[in-house]
């Protein structure tokens, strides 16, 4: 579990690092905030397709395997980020292709970086009761949630001046912690072959003596390779479906708000003229954020015992308060007390959606459950930081308007199709 831990951490810790720095680095490269964002784009696109597919694949060929190849991906991009990046502010390639090896290189990480998630949470899942499912997947989101306050705090003391690194150094150390990452589970983590319920048999529910019970086949955890898959998940199969909407509307939110914290931080603090003086104030608000999103994840969804529907419509209401707080903030203390209020409340909405997709299928389904969580966090990132960082940039209510309305828009959706905690939670017989 601390491996399972380490390979998110690390991860997340990188991404938060190098958010921390691109506003300041896309300031530098004199180059518009949107494009900035819209350097993302490609990446998430390939999330959003090879997520799944990963998934499917760490059914067969084991989690280990899988996390090892989203390591690959992750150390390989990182270090050709900060490359491409450290070339455009040497003055060897314009911004324009900079930019463009940017988005090329952090296309490895959404093609391949993304098969470790699923592989995680499903390793998890698999291997957890119902009831408990909640808390296990809050454990391993914490894991990204502790990763986005190391990445931040520690990126301000990247910022290397040897060899000229300066705003790249995050990158390049972040690849080398990933390496090292990488090396200790190839060797740490034993071998593993796939556990979910199938047990060889057909997961269609038949009747008639000798047919599997839901029980049987919801509580084993032995896997036969030889045996027929389940039959393949859709993002609209009517199980999934309010869960796969909750997360998307909701995630669309919580892009739209870290795309527009980093250079929302330099214009009220004016600091658009000096933007290596960025990379420390826009650390502190996003380390700031990532803190209440440990405290919701490892303080109120135990200690309150929040089952997904709880923690996904209540962490959605406290997210769009943080989001007016942020929006009306004008310095630094106010800017990080309304992000860490919104990240508290999308600290409790993650868990709650992922554990309601995870809840909702069965345990053969594990793993094509996570791939789908893990397409639908990709895909709020595919353009909803570019809107929203545009439509800040227009004014800054119509961006912080538009993020309060799809909050409300959860609210409204869930209220009435989310399942119930009781249902969802209480062991199948």
Excluded at 138 to 151: D, K, M, R
Excluded at 177 to 186: K, P
Excluded at 297 to 311: E, K, M, T, V, Y
Aim: charged fraction near 10%.
């Amino acid at each position: 579990m601390a491996l399972l831990f380490l390979v998110m951490l690390v991860t997340a810790a990188g991404n938060t690092a190098m958010q921390s720095v691109m506003p300041s680095i896309g300031t530098a490269l004199k180059v518009d905030d949107v494009w900035i964002s819209l350097a993302y784009s490609w990446s998430a696109i390939l999330w959003v397709a090879c997520a799944p597919i990963w998934a499917r694949r760490s059914d067969r060929r084991g989690r280990k395997a899988m996390m090892a190849l989203g390591l690959i991906g992750f150390v390989v991009s990182m270090a050709l980020c900060g490359l491409a990046l450290f070339a455009g502010l040497s003055g060897w390639l314009s911004a324009f292709w900079a930019l463009i090896a940017f988005a090329a290189a952090r296309s490895l990480y959404g093609g391949f970086g993304s098969a470790a998630p699923p592989a995680v949470q499903a390793y998890v899942a698999s291997r957890t009761p119902r009831a408990e499912r909640t808390k296990a997947l809050s454990l391993i989101a914490s894991s990204f949630g502790l990763g986005t306050v190391i990445g931040p705090a520690l990126a301000p003391l990247m910022v290397l001046p040897f060899m000229g690194l300066g705003l790249t150094g995050p990158f390049i150390c972040f690849a080398a912690i990933g390496l090292a990452a990488l090396i200790l589970l190839r060797f740490r983590l034993p071998n593993d072959e796939p556990q979910f319920a199938a047990r060889g048999r057909a997961t269609a529910y038949s009747s008639g003596p000798g047919a599997p019970t839901m029980q049987e086949q919801d509580t084993g955890d032995e896997f036969d390779p030889d045996g027929p898959e389940p039959a393949r998940l859709k993002w609209h199969e009517p199980r999934l479906r309010p869960w796969v909407i909750a997360g998307l509307v909701g995630g669309h939110a919580q892009a739209m708000v870290l795309g527009i914290s980093g250079f929302l931080v330099l214009d009220r603090l004016g600091l658009r003229d000096t933007p290596a003086e960025g990379a420390g104030p826009v650390g502190l608000v996003l380390m700031s954020g990532a803190i209440a999103t440990l405290l919701a994840q490892w303080g109120l969804i135990p200690r309150f015992n929040l089952g997904p529907r709880a923690a996904t419509l209540s962490g959605i209401m406290v997210a769009a308060l943080g989001t007016a707080i942020v929006g009306a903030a004008g310095n630094l203390h106010m800017i990080a007390l309304g992000y860490a209020i919104a990240s508290l409340g999308f600290g409790l909405f993650r868990p709650g959606t992922t554990a309601g997709t995870s809840l909702a299928v069965t345990r053969a389904e594990q793993g094509q459950a996570s791939g789908i969580v893990a397409s639908v966090a990709g895909a709020s990132y595919i353009y909803a930081p570019a809107l929203g960082v545009f439509l800040y940039n227009v004014s800054d209510w119509l961006g912080f308007g538009l993020i309060i309305a799809l909050c409300l828009a959860v609210v409204g959706l869930g209220w009435t199709s989310l399942q119930s905690d009781r249902d969802l939670t209480q062991d199948r017989d």
